[in-house]
């Protein structure tokens, strides 16, 4: 279905006028010819596809149509000359015959409709000529000869030839929609596919001959698959093989169903698709063959396959595409897609095997994809850390392929593999070597993001190696020549830090904290400050104390000189029975309590800013019921002078261990200095209410009883 002539659908609405003229010429030559011939339309004498000269057309006009013939006789006798080329000799001819019928002169116009006919067989005008040469027979009465030319004519009118000549009109239109011609695309960019399926459809309704028919049903098909339709488009394609399973196109008809399956993600629908057409078409020298092989590697997800079992089922497939079709132009892209598949799956060794495969081919030296090839393997090796051959490898492209698209990007991979190589040798704690590849990295490439980063690491490196002078001199260094920023601000925090915590040199921590004054870290050295200039004091029991112990508390205090220390004796049997626990003695409120012993401690070695931790010796009370053992149960409270906190302290050897079920208590208690059971060790039982019972344990230190509370 050729487009030539055809510029754009503006242009091709002009040619509908002799389509539409000869679709109404039966009706037109069964009119009363009395009525057409008195008022004969302006048409009739002028179209714009065919002018007619001014003069014959007043001629026309003002009904003298024997005049007309004559100025057309004389005109058609004349040679062409440049003023007249857009005169078409057949509509004069066919003008010359309607002016002598329109005369009332039927034989001439016969003889001046046959002459036409003969003359230019194929002219434009000859099927009208034969329908005015039916009329004007049928005014001088010859019925007879008039019905064979409406007979013949109504016989090609209902043929396929002339079904397939109006199909042809459609599908003129619907070529120019589906693939424009170059200057055309120029209007409307791209196809429209939508309209070229209409055009198609039409042409479809008007039915055109089998062997285009099936032309028609496949572009139709295609159009929908064009249109994202793809279940229109695969159900069309599937149709299309069904019902024309000889017909050339059957082969195309299949490979765009696998692709219509595959885009609505029916992997094995599409696969099962491209192996029937690859066993039916086996030898076929069509590209369609070669395409559908190296496709079928896409219906196990290659590049990106989802398992083990895909991955190799994919690579075989492409693998049997490069036996059969080791030239054809996807040849590389099979190559660089089993190796982007085995990257996926993280399997690089076979990544590589692949692309040295594909460049040591010299089948390939010049195709396309060796500059892909080349930046792929640099990406493999990147990525086993192998970073001098990824160096090498992608230094190798840039040499040889200047003008690629991926050749700034490989300039960044080559520095970012550089500066790896630092980090790998620090992550390795080769912190020498690190130093070394980063110092050069510095050198080389002093405007790089990373660069105060790496002025960090340095002070890291040197943290860790517990060199904490050249750890801070390293981030001073950083500081100075990249103020302000994150960076910049990590680094003085670990000045600081460094200070307070490995050098004990708080005040000058305290200096550098309050640098920070910007970046990611200005809020913990605020918090830093806050604590280091801040009174604290706490104070914890860590245990109980056995008799033969002097117990102690353990005193953590910040800028606190000295504290006063209150000892209060608690009678735990006392509180008990009231609170019916042992614990929350630390809340009381003891202040307004003479305290039964009082003493001041001071906190040795104490230095401004730093956080101390001391112990205090508490000395026993002692007292309570006889048959209690020796024993003392103390509030300890410590104060500063804005400060204060409280402690329990107890001193006991006995220890008990107690299980209890809804009706019964099973105590069994023990000196854990001689590690014997006590005996007779006194009991109070509560219910959280009330002291409901009161026991001992037997000489074996064990009690049991069950209770009704």
Same mark, same amino acid.
């Given at each position: 279905?050729?487009?030539?002539?055809?510029?754009?659908?503006?242009?091709?609405?002009?040619?509908?006028?002799?389509?539409?003229?000869?679709?109404?010429?039966?009706?037109?030559?069964?009119?009363?010819?009395?009525?057409?011939?008195?008022?004969?339309?302006? &048409?009739?004498?002028?179209?714009?596809?065919?002018?007619?000269?001014?003069?014959?057309?007043?001629?026309?006009?003002?009904?003298?149509?024997?005049?007309?013939?004559?100025?057309?006789?004389?005109?058609?006798?004349?040679?062409?000359?440049?003023?007249?080329?857009?005169?078409?000799?057949?509509?004069?001819?066919?003008?010359?015959?309607?002016?002598?019928?329109?005369?009332?002169?039927?034989?001439?116009?016969?003889?001046?409709?046959?002459?036409?006919?003969?003359?230019?067989?194929?002219?434009?005008?000859?099927?009208?000529?034969?329908?005015?040469?039916?009329?004007?027979?049928?005014?001088?009465?010859?019925?007879?000869?008039?019905?064979?030319?409406?007979?013949?004519?109504?016989?090609?009118?209902?043929?396929?030839?002339?079904?397939?000549?109006?199909?042809?009109?459609?599908?003129?239109?619907?070529?120019?929609?589906?693939?424009?011609?170059?200057?055309?695309?120029?209007?409307?960019?791209?196809?429209?596919?939508?309209?070229?399926?209409?055009?198609?459809?039409?042409?479809?309704?008007?039915?055109?001959?089998?062997?285009?028919?099936?032309?028609?049903?496949?572009?139709?098909?295609?159009?929908?698959?064009?249109?994202?339709?793809?279940?229109?488009?695969?159900?069309?394609?599937?149709?299309?093989?069904?019902?024309?399973?000889?017909?050339?196109?059957?082969?195309?008809?299949?490979?765009?169903?696998?692709?219509?399956?595959?885009?609505? $993600?029916?992997?094995?629908?599409?696969?099962?698709?491209?192996?029937?057409?690859?066993?039916?078409?086996?030898?076929?020298?069509?590209?369609?063959?070669?395409?559908?092989?190296?496709?079928?590697?896409?219906?196990?997800?290659?590049?990106?396959?989802?398992?083990?079992?895909?991955?190799?089922?994919?690579?075989?497939?492409?693998?049997?595409?490069?036996?059969?079709?080791?030239?054809?132009?996807?040849?590389?892209?099979?190559?660089?897609?089993?190796?982007?598949?085995?990257?996926?799956?993280?399997?690089?060794?076979?990544?590589?095997?692949?692309?040295?495969?594909?460049?040591?081919?010299?089948?390939?030296?010049?195709?396309?994809?060796?500059?892909?090839?080349?930046?792929?393997?640099?990406?493999?090796?990147?990525?086993?850390?192998?970073?001098?051959?990824?160096?090498?490898?992608?230094?190798?492209?840039?040499?040889?392929?200047?003008?690629?698209?991926?050749?700034?990007?490989?300039?960044?991979?080559?520095?970012?593999?550089?500066?790896?190589?630092?980090?790998?040798?620090?992550?390795?704690?080769?912190?020498?070597?690190?130093?070394?590849?980063?110092?050069?990295?510095?050198?080389?490439?002093?405007?790089?993001?990373?660069?105060?980063?790496?002025?960090?690491?340095?002070?890291?490196?040197?943290?860790?190696?517990?060199?904490?002078?050249?750890?801070? $001199?390293?981030?001073?260094?950083?500081?100075?020549?990249?103020?302000?920023? $994150?960076?910049?601000?990590?680094?003085?925090?670990?000045?600081?830090?460094?200070?307070?915590?490995?050098?004990?040199?708080?005040?000058?921590?305290?200096?550098?904290?309050?640098?920070?004054?910007?970046?990611?870290?200005?809020?913990?050295?605020?918090?830093?400050?806050?604590?280091?200039?801040?009174?604290?004091?706490?104070?914890?029991?860590?245990?109980?104390?056995?008799? $033969?112990?002097?117990?102690?508390?353990?005193?953590?205090?910040?800028?606190?000189?000295?504290?006063?220390?209150?000892?209060?004796?608690?009678?735990?049997?006392?509180?008990?029975?009231?609170?019916?626990?042992?614990?929350?003695?630390?809340?009381?409120?003891?202040?307004?309590?003479?305290?039964?012993?009082?003493?001041?401690?001071?906190?040795?070695?104490? &230095?401004?800013?730093?956080?101390?931790?001391?112990?205090?010796?508490?000395?026993?009370?002692?007292?309570?019921?006889?048959?209690?053992?020796?024993?003392?149960?103390?509030?300890?409270?410590?104060?500063?002078?804005?400060?204060?906190?409280?402690?329990?302290?107890?001193?006991?050897?006995?220890?008990?261990?107690?299980?209890?079920?809804?009706?019964?208590?099973?105590?069994?208690?023990?000196?854990?200095?001689?590690?014997?059971?006590?005996?007779?060790?006194?009991?109070?039982?509560?219910?959280?209410?009330?002291?409901?019972?009161?026991?001992?344990?037997?000489?074996?230190?064990?009690?049991?009883?069950?209770?009704?509370?």
């Amino acid at each position: 279905m050729s487009t030539d002539g055809l510029r754009s659908p503006k242009t091709l609405g002009a040619w509908l006028t002799p389509v539409l003229l000869l679709a109404i010429s039966v009706a037109w030559a069964a009119e009363s010819g009395k009525q057409n011939d008195d008022k004969p339309e302006r &048409a009739v004498f002028e179209t714009e596809a065919e002018p007619t000269p001014p003069a014959i057309n007043r001629l026309m006009q003002d009904r003298k149509y024997a005049e007309a013939a004559a100025a057309i006789d004389k005109l058609l006798a004349e040679p062409p000359t440049a003023d007249k080329q857009d005169v078409h000799r057949d509509w004069l001819m066919y003008l010359k015959g309607r002016a002598l019928h329109l005369a009332g002169r039927y034989d001439e116009a016969v003889a001046a409709y046959e002459q036409l006919e003969r003359e230019l067989p194929e002219g434009r005008w000859v099927r009208r000529a034969r329908f005015g040469r039916a009329v004007s027979l049928t005014r001088k009465g010859d019925f007879q000869s008039a019905e064979k030319i409406y007979r013949e004519q109504a016989a090609w009118l209902l043929s396929l030839d002339r079904k397939q000549e109006i199909a042809d009109i459609y599908l003129e239109f619907a070529d120019a929609y589906f693939k424009p011609a170059p200057e055309q695309q120029l209007e409307q960019q791209q196809p429209d596919y939508e309209k070229a399926l209409q055009f198609y459809n039409q042409a479809l309704e008007v039915g055109p001959k089998p062997e285009k028919r099936a032309e028609v049903e496949l572009l139709a098909a295609r159009c929908y698959q064009a249109l994202g339709n793809l279940q229109e488009a695969a159900t069309r394609f599937a149709r299309f093989s069904k019902e024309h399973p000889d017909n050339k196109l059957d082969l195309e008809a299949r490979f765009r169903l696998g692709e219509c399956q595959f885009g609505q $993600n029916q992997l094995e629908e599409a696969r099962r698709t491209w192996q029937d057409l690859l066993a039916e078409y086996a030898g076929d020298k069509s590209p369609r063959v070669a395409e559908a092989a190296f496709q079928l590697s896409q219906t196990w997800r290659l590049p990106r396959p989802q398992s083990e079992e895909e991955l190799e089922l994919g690579v075989a497939s492409l693998n049997s595409f490069l036996e059969q079709f080791p030239e054809h132009k996807l040849a590389g892209k099979a190559f660089l897609r089993i190796a982007s598949s085995y990257m996926s799956r993280g399997r690089f060794d076979e990544a590589v095997a692949s692309i040295q495969k594909f460049l040591d081919d010299k089948r390939y030296a010049d195709r396309e994809e060796a500059p892909d090839a080349q930046v792929l393997l640099g990406r493999c090796y990147q990525l086993q850390k192998k970073f001098p051959a990824a160096l090498e490898a992608w230094r190798n492209y840039l040499a040889q392929h200047p003008a690629h698209r991926s050749w700034s990007e490989v300039q960044r991979q080559i520095v970012n593999t550089e500066f790896l190589l630092g980090y790998e040798a620090k992550l390795a704690k080769h912190y020498d070597q690190a130093r070394k590849l980063w110092g050069e990295f510095l050198v080389k490439y002093p405007l790089d993001p990373r660069d105060p980063g790496i002025l960090y690491e340095f002070g890291r490196m040197q943290f860790l190696e517990q060199k904490y002078d050249e750890a801070i $001199n390293e981030w001073r260094r950083l500081v100075a020549k990249y103020p302000k920023t $994150n960076q910049a601000s990590q680094a003085q925090f670990m000045i600081a830090a460094t200070l307070e915590e490995k050098l004990d040199k708080l005040p000058e921590a305290l200096k550098e904290f309050r640098k920070v004054t910007w970046g990611t870290h200005a809020a913990q050295a605020q918090a830093r400050i806050a604590r280091l200039t801040a009174r604290s004091l706490a104070i914890v029991t860590e245990r109980v104390f056995r008799t $033969n112990e002097t117990p102690k508390i353990k005193l953590t205090t910040r800028n606190v000189e000295k504290v006063a220390v209150r000892v209060y004796a608690i009678d735990m049997e006392t509180y008990f029975r009231k609170m019916h626990l042992a614990s929350g003695v630390e809340g009381l409120d003891i202040a307004l309590i003479d305290p039964d012993r009082t003493f001041e401690f001071e906190a040795p070695n104490y &230095a401004e800013y730093q956080q101390l931790e001391s112990e205090i010796e508490i000395p026993l009370l002692t007292g309570g019921p006889a048959n209690a053992p020796p024993a003392g149960v103390m509030a300890v409270t410590v104060s500063g002078k804005t400060l204060e906190a409280t402690t329990l302290v107890m001193v006991s050897d006995l220890d008990v261990i107690i299980k209890s079920s809804r009706d019964e208590v099973f105590v069994f208690a023990e000196n854990l200095r001689t590690g014997k059971p006590w005996p007779k060790a006194r009991l109070l039982i509560s219910n959280g209410q009330q002291v409901f019972a009161e026991a001992q344990t037997g000489d074996d230190g064990v009690f049991q009883k069950s209770y009704e509370e």
